[in-house]
């Protein structure tokens, strides 16, 4: 059975601050999805990032980047130079299989609170 | 941003009274789910449909049921409320189910409170 664990519930950090956000997976399949998605305050879910199984190649967008290693099973993000807005709480989510419409598992979430 | 809307978006209602919630979408889009979001448990999946009278259970269904006689509508029935089903409610929804090239887009959350 797939699982996400987001081992982090709150983080506070201050402004400026680089901050690296937790995620570990589990699951039997070689091919599956991984996915981050943002919840501000304002409570909508935003998608950041989808990446699959075969593609371990970090990616960075903007001050967002995002470390794969399927060697420790983890699929961490990290926000350099943190900013007042990037207060939010961070899903890590995890889809398994071939076919990729297995609903998405999520993790329980990590709180961010950026400081200014 | 995809078309997606649920209602009501804030409910009160007892212990023991049925209510539904319902999702509408107007992208066509073939699967939707229900999930539950509560502290420290993120986001659980109660319900998902892949096809109009398709419809599969997920994490924490006890209590849910739900319907899909068309594709644009997703309704979510607590048969009878619970104060542990209080909670916010997410409707999602997605082209072709596929992590290939989709993600999930969501409603912006129904608010129940079972008192």
């Known amino acids: 059975a797939q699982k996400v664990t987001q081992a982090q519930t709150e983080i506070s950090v201050v402004e400026k601050e680089d901050v690296t956000l937790d995620c570990v997976y589990e699951?039997?399949?070689?091919?599956?999805?991984l996915f981050w998605y943002k919840q501000p305050p304002s409570g909508e879910l935003v998608f950041l990032i989808r990446?699959?199984?075969?593609?371990?190649q970090n990616e960075i967008s903007g001050r967002y980047s995002w470390n794969f290693q399927k060697s420790t099973s983890s699929f961490n993000f990290t926000i350099t130079a943190s900013q007042v807005v990037d207060s939010a709480v961070y899903f890590c989510?995890?889809?398994?299989?071939?076919?990729?419409?297995?609903?998405?598992?999520f993790g329980k979430g990590t709180r961010l609170s950026v400081i200014a | 941003d995809a078309g997606i809307t649920q209602s009501p978006r804030h409910k009160v209602t007892e212990t023991g009274t049925p209510v539904t919630l319902r999702c509408h979408q107007t992208?066509?889009?073939?699967?939707m789910y229900w999930y539950r979001q509560d502290p420290g448990h993120g986001l659980r999946l109660i319900h998902y449909?892949?096809?109009?009278?398709?419809?599969d259970k997920g994490e924490v269904s006890d209590g849910y049921s739900v319907s899909r006689s068309k594709t644009e509508d997703f309704l979510l029935t607590l048969e009878s409320a619970t104060s542990s089903q209080t909670s916010v409610y997410f409707c999602?929804?997605?082209?072709?189910?596929?992590?290939?090239?989709?993600?999930?887009?969501f409603g912006s959350g129904t608010q129940l409170s079972v008192l």
């Open positions: 989510a995890l889809s398994e299989g071939s076919s990729g419409n297995t609903p998405l598992v």
């Open positions: 699951t039997r399949d070689t091919t599956y999805y």
């Open positions: 449909s892949y096809g109009v009278k398709d419809t």
């Open positions: 990446r699959n199984s075969f593609d371990e």
């Open positions: 999602a929804i997605s082209e072709s189910g596929t992590a290939l090239d989709e993600k999930l887009f």
């Open positions: 992208e066509n889009h073939r699967y």
